[in-house]
Each structure stands twice: as C-alpha cells, then as structure tokens.
C-alpha cells in the first residue's frame, strides 16, 4: 500500500499548459524553466514538443520537470515553437503513454496538443471517431480532440480550429502547436485559466497562469478570453473570438481557493490578495476572540494574514511543515500510524499553548487530514481550536478536470457541518458562505461553483460508461 | 561516439511475432518464454498484449526481454489470449513509442497487432489514411495496418480483415489480438516465415520461427500459409484463405542463410540441414586442398560442419568469441584500435598456426569486419586463408523489413569479387552461386533473392519520401 | 556545468544523526520516518543499520531518504538497536562509499557510526593509526573515529570510547550502534546539538534536532550534556559524564540562525522563539520607518514575524518560492539568465509597489544571491528597500563540520557593509552585531561565534594536508 | 523465487583479475576491455583503480563490466598503473560494498588490491587484526590480506609483500596497485592462474587468463610462477622469488576442465587443446559405436570434436542454446516447467532421431540439469544415449575460491555412478578417470584434484564459523 504523505486533503488540478514562440532563442530551456513554475498543477508526467518549421521533436516522460528532461533529450528540441506540459493523472499508476502533449501526423503535417480541462461529452465524440474508422490508442479526451482536429474541414489551422471547437462541450484550455505555429485557446465557459505575455526577447508565451509567465520574464501579461483562439507565430498576436462567450461564464472558483499560484492573476484578481480578502471575509462572518491565528501552510498563509488583519488577533507559525517526505510504500509503525500528520507536520507547541487559536485551512474535500491537524494543536497544549475554511463545504464531484472525489468520498455530501467539526474535534467550525466568498472575491456572478452548489453549468453525466480498453 | 562491437556485418532482421490462446493457463508467462527464443530477431523492444475476453492490457519497453519485463508488469496481463513482439529498430534511437504491440480502441472493441515484415505501399496507405481524417502517431507501417483494420468494413474481424489485406503490398507476417481472439496473419508472397503449432495444454501458438515454437513444447507445428488467416480463438484452429498466394512466392532466402535460428523450419526445411548442405555445395563449387576449416561463429557453424564433412578437411574451432561485449560508448584506446575486432574474437592459434585454412562466413554485406577476421587468423600465422561465403554476393538493399544497408554501403554493390577479397586480406574468396545456393535450398524458385539479383518480387521505391515528423 | 537553484546563499550543514532503542517495535521504519525530519540536515546521502543482538545489518545509499529506502531493503533491518544518518558531503560528487553509518567488525564485535561534526586534529590522528598499521579506506575523521574504537582498551563499550574521547578535538555530536546498543555521545564544547526523548512505545530515540524526536512522539525530550555518553540499551537512560564539559562551551550559533528546524530547541530555547526575538533586535537595533516587512522564505520567516510585531509595520508575503526547482544541468537561455533567481522566486508586486518594503534575511554568505532578490523587488517597484539580516557579517570560515566557505569566497571577509550594500543593490543594509545577538539569544557566552569574530575557540590550521588518496 | 536459466550445472569461479603498467596509454580503456576477456570468471561486480605517481583513483560497481563504466567514469580514471577485478560472489545478494579491487590508505601511501582464490586460514589472520585493532569492513579474506599489507614491516612494498606472504595459506593470484606501481603475485602452490605480457605499446599487463592477454595484444606471455613477485613498474619487469614454490604444486585441474577460456594457457598447455585431449581420452577409455558425438555448448565443444576424431564417430550440433535466457525472477508455467532445460536449449531434432548418440558434457556437480539435457535428446527421437564426462566425479568441496557446493549438494558424494546413470535417464555413463585426466593433461603430479579425491594439499577446516556481522 503507497502511503501519500504530501498531498494533504485537497482537490488535485489535472494539468498545466504552456506554449512560446521565441525566435531566435532555445524556446526549449524557456519551456523547461516555464514547466516548474506549473509543477504544482501536475507532478506525475512532464513533456516538451518544439517545431522549427518542418519538423516537430518532443520529449516527454513520466516524473516531475526535473526528472524527465536532462541536457541531452532537452537540446534535441530545436525550433522556435514550442508547447509543453504538466500532468496529474487520475486514475491508475502514471505511465509515459498518458503523457503530454500528444503529436500525431495529419493531412495537413504534423500537429501537437496539451490540454487543461476536461470534455464533459468525450464519450459521444469518441464514438464517432470510431465510428469513421478511426482507432484510438488511450481514453484520453485530449487524443478526442487531437483526432478531430485531424479530421477538421478547412483550409487553415485556425478555420479547422473554429470548425470544431463548438462540438466541445467541457473544459478546455489548450495549446496547440504545428510545424509553424503555436495556438492557444480557452472554451467558451472560461472554466480553466490560460495567459499570455510578451517575452523580453520580442516572443511571445502563454501559460496555464501568469505567474509562470512572470518566471519567464514577461509582460503586457493578459488572460485568453472564453472562446478565443490567439496565433503566437509572428511577431504580433493574432487574435480569433472563435466561440462566442458563454452567456453564463463558469470561472472556477477553487483556482482563487487553491490552485493557482498565489502569484497569478486569476479574473484580473491577484490570487494572493483575493486570499487575504477570503481571510478577512472569514472573520467578518463570523468574528471571534483569540488569541493567534496560524495558517495550513502553505495555500492558507494569506488568507490567515488577512485574518488577523481586520481582526487584530496576532498571526503566527503554527505548523512546520516537512517539505521533503512525499510518496512512500513504506507504512508507519504502529506507534507512528497513532500520529498520523505527524510526519508530515510539527507543530510550534510555544505558539499554541494555552491558547485560543484560530487555524485557516482552505478546504475539506475528503476530510481525512484535518482532525490529526486539530489534535495536533490540541495535544500541544491549545485551550480551543477554532476552525475556519475559506470555502464552502464541498458537496459535489467536478467534472471539469479537477479530481475532488466521488460522492461517497466527499465529506460535506455525507456530513453536516455540526458532524464534521465533531469529526474533526475543533472547538467551532466554520466554512465560508457562498455569498461572502462571491463578496470576497467581488463577483457576482460567472463563476462555477458546482462543487459547493451542485449547479453545474453544464448538463453532466454522473455515470460515464468505461471502454475495455487499457491502452 | 557508441562503439558496436555486437553486431558484426550482418543484416538486421526487423521483428520477431508471437500469439498464443491458451484457456486456463498464464498466457503472458508463456510468451515471455517464448520471445526469449525470438530475441535474435529484435533486441532493442519488446512488448506483450493479453486479452481476457473483455479488455486488452499491454507492457512494452525498450530493452531485452528480459530487461522489460519482471514479475509485477508480467503478472497484471491476465487472459487467455495474448500476441507479443521482439523488435529491431532501423532508424534513431530506440523509444518506447516504436515498440509493439500496437494497441486501439476500435468501433469493434480494442485490438493490439503486431508486425514482422515491411509494407512496400505503406505511403500511400498512410495518405489515403490522413487524408480520410485519422491522425497518425509515429511514421511506422504497423500504425497504417492498425489504423486500417480500425477503419474497415465487415461483420467480423475475418471479414474486416480480409477487406483490407489486398490493399497490403509488401512482406507482413502479423498477429493481431482482439478481446477475444488471436489472428496470425501471412502476405500472399510468403516473405516473412510464420508458424502455428499445438500447445501441450490443449491451446495453439503462432512465432514467427518454429524454434520458438518449440521452447513452448508445440507439436503439430506447420507453417502459415502464404495467404492465409488463422485464428486461435478456440479449441480448433480456423484457417482461412484470405488472400490467393501469389503466383510468384518470394519466401526471404536470407532466413536461411543468417536469420533463422538453426533449429527452426523454413519452408518445410530445417535451417541447420540447409546450412550444412550450403557448405557442402561451398565445397563441390570450388574444391580446394586445405588443413582445417573453421566457422566464424555462430552463424557460420553447420555450414563449416558440411564443409568438412564433404571435403575431409577436418573441422576445428578458430574463433573464440567473447559473448559479453556488446554496444558500449567507450572508445577503445589506439593501440587497441589497431587490432580490430580482437576485441570479439580471440584466435585458437595452434589450430591454423601454419596450415591451409578455411574459413566460412555466411555473409558479407558492409565488408566491414571480414578483413579483421582474416588479419586475426594470418597474424596467428595461418599460411594461407580461403574465405568462402555461403551466400552470393549482396548487391541491393532490402524492402521488405530487413536492414541490409544502402547501395552505398553494401560493398558487393561498388566492389568486385577480387577487390573484396584484397580488401580482406584473403589468399582465396568464393561467394555461393545463386544457382547452387537454390540447389542446396533444393527449390528452384519460390524464392525472393533480389538483395542479390535486384530483381524485386514488387516494384518498388528507392527513395521514399520521408514526413515532417518525429513522433 | 551544474546550476544549483535549491543552494541558496546558505552555508552548508553536513549531517544529521539519530538512535534508537525500541523493543518489540520496527526500529528501522522509526529511523527512515525520522531521518525525513532531518533531511535538511544532509541531502545527499542516508543510512541506517540495525542491530538485532547478534548481528548488524546494514542499508545505505546516496540521494534523499526517499530514493535510498524501500519496503524491501527497509524490511530487511530487523532488531531492537538502530542509528541512521543523513549527508551533506562537502568535496565531489556524493558517493556511496561516504555515506555513513560506518560500519565494522572490531574484536568486540560488530559496530557502526553515525557523525555530526568535524575533528580538527582528525589529520594526526589519522597518521597514528596509520602509523599503527590500521588502512583506511577514505579521508573521513568518522573512519579516524570508527578505527579509534576499533582499538581501543578497556571492557565494555563506555569504558573503549571513554579512554579515546579524550584525544578527539573538535566538534562531534556521535551515534554508535553495537551488537547489542546504542550509545550517543556530544563533544565537551557542544558545538553540535544532540537531544534524547522517551518514546511513546517505551524505548528511547536519539536525534541531532529535538524537532526529529517531536515527530517520533517523543516525550521528556532533553539535550545530551557536552562530553556526556548516554546509553539506550535498557528501558532506563544510563548517563556517563565521560569527559568533563570544557569550560568555554562552544554551541554554534548558527543552528539558532539557519541551521535547526524551527520547532527544535537549541540550548533549551526554542529556534523559532529565538528567530522571532532576532527580528525584534535587527528592529530595536536600528528603528524605521516603513510599509510592509518580508521574509526571505523560509528561514527568515519568525524573524520577520517578530521585525513585525515591535516595529507595528505590517508582515506580509514577498516572495514565492518554487518548491520545486532544485539542481538541474540545464543552462538558462540568455534572457533567462538576466533574470537570474526569478527561476526560484517569483514576487508578489501588489504587495511592494511603491512601498518602503524592510527585506529581512538571515545570513549573506557568499553574496551571490542577496542581489538578485533585491532586483526582484525594485523591479516590482518597491520605492526603498531596507534589507535586515539576522547575524553578523560572515568574515571566518568554519572547522566544525559546518562548510562556510573559504576566505576567498566569504564576502563580508572581501568587502565592508557599505560595499555589500552597494553590491545588493538595497537602499540601507543592517547586520545583526554580535552583541545584539547574544543579547536576543540571552547568554553572554558558551557560544562559538568563529565565523563572525575569528576567535576559535580550538586552535585551527587553516590549511590541512591533503592525502593522495580518492577512496 | 529466482529462477537462474543460466548458469548450468558448473562450479563457479570466483573472480578474474588484471594488471596494467603503460605509460603514455589510457590504462583505463585498456583495462575495461581487458575485463571483458575476464568477464566469465566473474559476473556480478567489476572495479578498476588507477594510479598517476600520486593517486589512486576507483570505480566499482554491480553489474557486468558492460553495466558498470561509462565513458564518464572510466574517463576520470587518470593514469599509468592500474589493476581491475570481475567478482563472482558466493553469498548473498551482490553489492558493491564487496565489489573490488580494495583501496585504503597506508602508512606509505595508497594500495589497492584485487584477488582472485581463497585464503583457508582467513578466520586465524581476521582475528590477529582484530586483536591488533584493526577494524575490518567486510567478511572477504581480501580485506584481510589489504590489512596485513597495511600493517607489514619493511622500506619497499616488495620487502612488506615478502614480509606477510608466509602467513598466507591457501589460493591467490593478487594484483596490487601502489601510487606508482603494479604487482602480481601468486601463491607457491599455483592454484589459480595468473600470466603477464608484454603490451604493443611497451607497457606490461598481467592478468587471470593469458586468453585476456591476447585481447590486449599482448607478447612474450608467460605464466607468472608459484611462489613469484612480479612488479610491472619498470619498461622491463621485475622478478621476485617471494616465497619457494611448494613441494606439491597444487594447480587447480577444473581450469582445463571448465574454468578457463578455450585459448587460455594454464600450466603451459593450451586449454582448447587440452580439453580436444580429454575428448580423445573418454573414447579410449570406453570406446563405443555410435552415429553422432555432439557438445553440450559450449564448454564441451573441444573435448567432443577430440571425441569425433579418435573414434570416427561424426561430430554434429545437437542442442542450441539460447543466449539471451538469464536469471529471471518470472517463474514458468506449469506447462513450461515440466519441459526443464528446453527454455535455454532446444534440439536439432534431425541430429539426433533413431540414432547412438554420445553426448559429451565437462562435469555433473549437483546433477540438476543433465537429465533434462538427456530427455530433451531422447524426446527428439534419439535411439541411446551414452553420456560422457570429461571429468571424474566430484565428491568434495573446493576451499580454493571455487564454489563447487557443499557436500549435501555434490551428486557424486551421495549416489554412484550408477544411480547418477539411472536418475540422469542416460544409456550409458562414463566419467572420465583420474588417472586417464592426468595422463590427457599429460602430468602425473602437481594439481590439486581435491574435489575429485579428496586430498586436500593443505588441511582445510570444514567448517568455519562466521561472524556476526553483515558489512
């Protein structure tokens, strides 16, 4: 039995894109010091596709950034277009052939995808590429889109783009690059994040977040548009709106709550400063006296400095955190498996002691990690734990290329509020409302928030069939 | 710089092919065995496809059989129906992404293939393919074949098959594995071998060599038919005349010259007889006088055998072959650069010390280590060296999945007989008529000889064109 | 050539140690959980050996404790007695054959060690055990420390390691493994920290950081005295004085600066209280007025809480650190270049543009990073930037198993403070004075302060033998 | 369970080792082809050092010699003087803690040192260094003798060789490397091979097989003898009589048997030559009508082809042995099991079928494999088969570094000719005498036949006790 100390109790994002046209410049190396700025979005699989005009090359394996890539397989990837990938897979042990981005030959040459999101109707679509003959070598959606775009009607890249693009139906943030060109498009519902900027060397890249462009130096950095298609293969951009805006745009809200870097602009919105404000917004909900307020680190740091802020409680370090033990097939010892986090967290027993603490988490999903937290901080000394989660209870699985969980995993679908804070043995509890976190956040609307509501905002199937098929 | 000091001046044989059905048995350990005795014909892949009557599941890599598999990988391929490959691979550096079985999901449910053999119209297969819409992932004809049968019509795979294999036009020997049955496929010319027997616990295997037919403990072994599909998918086998064989049948000469193991069947010949009887008619060709005949090992040594036993010449080991140095990246140093392939062969120096020897290769094809060879026996001081080849003279490239080489590298191409026996140091050289050669083989025709006489069974290109592409 | 982005301007810490005693539990996954609470203490190799009563057995290798064990080597150290280690080698490229524990056959029996420290007379008496006879097989004083064991007089183990201690000078914090014990020894000058705590299950564990001992659930955690043996083979401590304490202790100060975990305690305070109380000082130190505070993460961290807190300007978040970039062989392009620690840190702009922003950082070593992070900031558009550091300018190189740098390499040896200044880029730079810190800390002495003031408190060479000699 | 298909029923050499002196030459390079030649003696780890004048520089490593250098290793490796090592290890898993050559520091400079025998009074010398102090890192009798040489009286290494050579009872042919040279010495009972030569280059090598020499190109070869120093740091060697050569000179038969390369000198005799002898002997020592004389491949070839000509009995291939099979740790079907050996050998069924077969094979130690070999034979068709055994039968275990098993395993200890001939399922059996082996090799005293007689030529401890202790 693996044993996942690092990942803590959270949604896992499912990938991160990237795509750069750089003349003149190893765009390569640019995508290899641009992948571990999305590292976080996806730690099982990393690749790199470049063309140079006739040719595209790519390398990709199984691993993190650093392990995939070295010197040799990275200066074999000559070009000046380049798209690259990080991937979380979901189910099943990670192997290279789920790897990104995916290349095939097309009647029109060759063609490279990597893709962010997930398409709500991949099933029907599959069936009727199978149908026309053709054979698929994965489950992925992403090879759906791929050999549609193989199929496509149109005389140029972006026509067959646009041809096909309102068949998908889901989440999708691609990168798309051919032998002399590099596309990026966002769905129309804008679920997913993707930006582009201006390198300091005159090219252009666009990343899954900003902060990753912020990494490669660039500016004039602005988000893709729902529905856009934008060209990087000259020295200006290209701009298509190929899909109108969905009337009803469906940002994910857990990219302010957890995904995204807090260095990335998400809706025009600092990510760290719209944590602050969650963190203020929690304690206005709901006001409190105590005496610290600490964070989880790390995604819940800001929203605790936000915290203290308007409530004038002092924020200190609770937890240190191991930054080194990950992944192990190695089980605990008895005495150790009592302890649970311990070995992932210590805690500052002098910064709890006999006090009353507030600690921020961002949010329950499974429920499995937040009560050995709270004892934790109780078994060093803490006269009350007051919780406070800066979303709302999580009651609902995505479908839209986040893996919360099932239905019987999650544990507000199953769980009152009163019983999880007795499950987590806190003093109080307190999620943050949908309306204070949309405050929060200053929208009203154009989020997805299916996860906490259950509205989708596009019909879903809850029971996909499975193919019998382990390619 | 990589140093091979493995492969001697040798054609390179393309692929090795295996299916088993075997109800109630651990199909994947069997052909684990079974690609063992198929590793001469492809060490640089191997993969496995088991079936077990609802899904495909595969593990391929790149390495020896050995190196591939272990007990994990091998003991997740449950099923009754399995198909395996060993593969050599031409171009680049070997990748994952080469190896075989090829796996897809089809509108009829998943199928793995697996190819031994060379599509002489695989290009314009595969345009007709892009241009149909289906994406393409590598540029390897075994993907066309795939892709075709995927897109084919018909009720049943028999059907399907038989729709598209007239398209085929060139040498494919192949097994195919669907989720509930095993085909073994052979081209109407006969070019590549192909074998069926009975497996002791009551199921059939096909390999591409009766050897390895063996080591699994089959019986009733005979070959497939040029033309025909077998299906293993029960009890019986089913065997169907899908394709009318070709007027002209051009079995591959060179299986018995060099590919085959020496304990296989090709063509209702065992290859260790042939080989005996090839050095035999070296003899009566050209009778000499001499003290010794030595094989260059392995390949050489029935032939060596028959040459003696014929000539009364006594037959001796000359050679000492070093089975553990392979392909390494270090360089020799130039004192040993000097001597060549000493670092293979070491001499038995009493055994030609003085004498009349000859020596008996089965092929020259580079040139470019039959003249160290002799150099290793003069220098052990032979008095005289009669090299003596039993095969003609390789003049053309190969189209039909062996590597021979290119009109520039073949040396027969660009030098005469005489200049190749200077260039090799030796006192005498005779290559094999392709008249005596067929007489020892004791066939006529039927045979594909063009690497020696240009003429091809089909026409064909000498110089494809090449895709854009890199997958 | 290498590019370390993980390294930053820090000095090195060489080894973590840890023992424990434990019956009727796996001692050896205990070791590996605890050993992951010391991995900041040596990344570069681990091991543990375990004994059983009769025998020891033994598993080391070079990377991170997760790649060196797995369920099979791990389960394969059984017994009740166990040490284990982790590495930071100072010279080459990280081999197995330093890593340590080190392990003998003596005529007492089998033992093994474990070594936090460095002796500087390792060299004499190295040449005395040569001299003796005795080959060693690397330049490590832990072998030197190992052999003097192996050699020395007297019945029991307290009595051989009490009768060669007194020859040992210099910093040793020491783990020893027999075939039936544990023993934990600290120098007389203390210069390395070593506690002891009683585990939840009965036994007792040993550890460099009391923070390793909190994760292992460790109760009645105490520092080992300067020149104590302590004894973990029974269900009671036995404690020997075995060389009286020197009179002026030695503890580094580092471990408070950098180097301990901040949940360790180090001369009975806690490191993350003392950090704070250093921030308060660098505030009282020199008063003014600014923005926002911001640590360089993470050390830096509860120094800036504490700058915050005295000084009323408010904490916040300046930098993000990329987890996950480390030691790469990939150049940067050019432009990448430019941007120098941009690839490692990202900065949050909103949280500094157009502010006073006071910079706080616990150490300037080599000062080849200082600038870069200040770069950062202005560019992000900071109106000042006041950088604060924790300790005193680094002007002495260290000779207690710490790796400094050499004079040649330590900038505040090279340049005066307005220099540095200037060099960073910063618009006012304060370093802690040693009084200031002594003061935050709260002793007058017992510490060693070498690398800031040059007084050893050992007589050092500064320029030791080399042998001719690359075990 | 591990299931080795490749080492059949053979006495296992121990280890192979070499010695370079060549100025102006890659000694390196040199060495690492010259362990190829080395490489059946000793599969399981492989070392080489080098000295430049000052340094001695190591690699080991697990693994075939192939497994263990690269370009980047073996290029580090600077310098004139060098010595290398292939391993065979007789317990336990293999590591590189046992790899060779052993290198420590003295007190006159660094030594490596690289054996190949067996000391019998190990476990007397192990404990004098214990006693003196020394504590010792592993279980080899190799570390024992590095020891004593760092501890030995004397101004050279030639006087400290001489000094400690006495005390040494049992096998070894040793290389040793100093700062600035090479020795060789071999003990004055001659057990194991060792020979030195003159490299085209002006240097000299020395190793295990003079075969190894020849692949280094090597001249004026000569056996170094019992009893002799040979130092090879001069352009002309130098030659010591350390110790006289024993009375009873005690070389090790097996080396003509099954040990040595086919063009190895052993005891002045060429072994292919030797082993042609002991085939013409079997068939005067019990002639026989029969149809074909064929080898188990390959050791067997010589003595079978010597067979074919005094008997006039035609020589054949009967079995091919596939090359690729190794150790696996996949266990066959039961389908698979019940056919033993045909997984490594399958049979030229023509060669065999209705016919008197003599089979020849070198020796039967534990008797597991040769009734597979023979039923393989007979299930092909075979009339009779009449096994014949270059070797008298082995009763005893060898103390000489040969793992011939002990005497639980040892076929011939526990059953008579007779019962071997029934369980082997053989016509007829014949193994050779010892007097007819003598009279074949052509000496009537002066080797060591204890494993066939029993007569130890130094009294042995059957029993030796072992350590606590697993370094």
Redesign the interface.
């Known amino acids: 039995m693996e044993m996942d100390y690092d990942i803590s109790d959270h949604p896992r994002e499912e990938c991160g894109v990237l795509g750069i046209f750089a003349p003149d410049?190893?765009v390569a190396?640019?995508a290899?010091?641009g992948l571990?700025?999305l590292?976080?979005r996806g730690?099982e699989a990393a690749g790199i596709a470049v063309a140079d005009g006739?040719?595209?090359?790519?390398h990709k394996g199984v691993g993190?950034?650093?392990q995939v890539?070295?010197?040799e397989n990275?200066s074999q990837l000559h070009g000046d277009y380049c798209i690259g990938h990080t991937r979380y897979s979901t189910t099943g042990s990670p192997t290279?052939h789920n790897a990104q981005p995916?290349?095939?030959?097309?009647?029109y040459?060759?063609?490279a995808v990597a893709h962010n999101g997930n398409l709500i109707n991949a099933e029907e679509l599959r069936?009727e590429l199978?149908?026309?003959?053709?054979?698929?070598?994965s489950?992925s959606d992403t090879e759906v889109i791929?050999?549609m775009?193989?199929?496509?009607q149109g005389d140029t890249w972006e026509e067959r783009i646009c041809s096909v693009m309102p068949k998908w139906r889901g989440a999708y943030s691609l990168v798309i690059l051919t032998?002399d060109g590099v596309f990026a498009i966002r769905d129309p519902w804008g679920f997913r994040p993707l930006s582009v900027g201006l390198?300091?060397?005159g090219g252009h890249a666009v990343a899954s977040e900003s902060?990753a462009l912020?990494?490669?130096?660039c500016t004039a950095i602005r988000e893709v548009h729902p529905g856009e298609i934008i060209s990087l293969s000259d020295s200006a951009l290209k701009v298509f709106q190929a899909v109108k805006p969905a009337e009803n745009l469906a940002l994910c809200t857990f990219e302010h709550i957890y995904f995204s870097?807090?260095?990335s602009i998400w809706d025009g919105m600092?990510v760290?400063?719209v944590r602050e404000r969650l963190g203020e917004a929690l304690y206005h909900q709901s006001p409190i006296k105590a005496d610290i307020v600490i964070p989880v680190p790390d995604s819940s740091?800001?929203a605790a400095?936000g915290y203290a802020?308007v409530s004038g409680i002092?924020?200190?370090?609770g937890f240190?955190k191991?930054?080194?033990?990950?992944?192990?097939?190695?089980?605990?010892?008895d005495?150790?498996r009592?302890?649970g986090v311990?070995?992932k967290f210590?805690?500052?027993?002098?910064?709890v002691i006999g006090k009353k603490v507030v600690m921020i988490d961002d949010s329950i999903v499974r429920g499995n990690t937040t009560g050995a937290l709270v004892k934790l901080i109780r078994d060093a000394g803490a006269a009350e734990i007051h919780l406070r989660i800066t979303c709302p209870p999580i009651k609902h699985p995505c479908y839209m290329g986040v893996d919360m969980g099932t239905y019987d995993e999650l544990i507000a679908h199953n769980l009152s509020v009163e019983e999880i804070r007795k499950q987590t043995g806190s003093d109080s509890l307190e999620f943050m409302s949908v309306e204070n976190m949309m405050k929060a956040i200053g929208k009203e609307t154009g989020y997805c928030n299916a996860c906490f509501t259950g509205q989708y905002p596009l019909a879903v199937n809850h029971n996909p069939l499975k193919?019998?098929?382990?390619?």
Chains 1, 2, 3, 4 share one sequence.
């Open positions: 410049e190893s190396r640019m290899y010091f571990f700025a590292q976080h730690q006739r040719k595209i090359r790519i993190l950034v650093s890539f070295n010197p990275l290279v995916y290349l095939i030959e097309t009647y040459g060759p063609m069936k199978l149908q026309h003959g053709v054979g698929l070598s489950t791929t050999m775009l193989a199929g496509a032998r390198l300091p060397s902060g912020q990494t490669l130096g870097r807090p260095d600092l760290h400063e740091i800001p400095i802020r002092p924020y200190n370090v240190i191991n930054r080194y033990i990950g992944r192990t097939f190695i089980e605990p010892t005495s150790l009592k302890q311990k070995l210590n805690v500052i027993a002098r910064n193919s019998g098929f382990e390619g």
